[in-house]
């Protein structure tokens, strides 16, 4: 049985920066693509970024490209977030998820087809 988890949330001063991973157990993550959302308190879901599991490409939400980065480590089976100048209004918690099959690509995944997801980190961005 896959499963993600995620890690690296923590409370951060706005400006500032931090690197979430999720890590895969159960599967190999070579042949899915994966993504990340979030989502803050009484507020909808939002895709972040995906990446590819074939040639890494990287896709990213209009509103989160320039500031976060997602990248892969598959020997590791894991997949990072890298945030750059937090802002107060990316606090929430922050997930990753992967397709039901292999086939559903990116842009299919950030529309929120995904089959399992972890359980999320929380990030704060606050003084």
């Known amino acids: 049985q896959v499963q993600l988890a995620e890690s690296g949330g923590a409370l951060v001063q706005p400006g500032g920066s931090l690197r979430l991973s999720c890590v895969a157990s159960?599967?190999?993550?070579?042949?899915?693509?994966i993504a990340w959302f979030r989502q803050a308190p009484g507020k909808e879901r939002e895709a972040i970024a995906c990446?590819?599991?074939?040639?890494?490409?990287?896709d990213y939400s209009d509103s989160m490209k320039g500031r976060f980065t997602i990248s892969r480590d598959k020997e590791k089976k894991t997949v990072y977030l890298q945030m750059n100048d937090l802002k107060p209004e990316d606090t929430a918690v922050y997930y990753c998820?992967?397709?039901?099959?292999?086939?559903?690509?990116?842009?299919?995944?950030?529309?929120?087809?995904?089959?399992?997801r972890g359980q999320g980190t929380r990030v704060t961005v606050s003084f």
């Open positions: 998820a992967i397709p039901p099959t292999i086939a559903v690509a990116c842009p299919v995944l950030l529309r929120g087809v995904y089959d399992v």
């Open positions: 990446i590819s599991s074939t040639d890494g490409r990287t």
């Open positions: 159960g599967t190999t993550l070579d042949y899915y693509a």
